[in-house]
Nanobody, 114 residues
Framework: QVQLVESGGGLVQAGGSLRLSCAAS????????MGWYRQAPGKQRELVAT???????NYKDSVKGRFTISRDNAKNTVYLQMNSLKPEDTAVYYC????????WGQGTQVTVSS
């Protein structure tokens, strides 16, 4: 069983930055595609960014150039650096691991005030 623990969320003013972290248990992290998703109130969960085992990345169009996903396989951790934050980035952010099946973290709240 894989456990994912997110941290780094909080309240920030528009234009500010936050860095989310997700630490994974187990031994499959380095073989997995990792992702960050978010869900705003009343909306469906949506993909923000993914990073493959070979560090190939993919981003939602609205965060390109502002967010950066990265991974440290030695620490079993994936990061999401979020810069130039906007109020529309406000959501619960979830970490996701995909390897044969999917695993989810518990989520961390990000609130961007205008």
């Amino acid at each position: 069983q894989v456990q994912l623990v997110e941290s780094g969320g909080g309240l920030v003013q528009a234009g500010g930055s936050l860095r989310l972290s997700c630490a994974a248990s187990g031994s499959i992290f380095s073989s997995s595609t990792m992702g960050w998703y978010r869900q705003a109130p009343g909306k469906q969960r949506e993909l923000v960014a993914t990073i493959t085992r070979d560090s190939g990345t993919n981003y939602k169009d609205s965060v390109k150039g502002r967010f950066t996903i990265s991974r440290d396989n030695a620490k079993n951790t994936v990061y999401l650096q979020m810069n130039s934050l906007k109020p529309e980035d406000t959501a619960v952010y979830y970490c996701n691991l995909r390897w044969i099946r999917q695993f989810w973290g518990q989520g961390t709240q990000v609130t961007v005030s205008s």
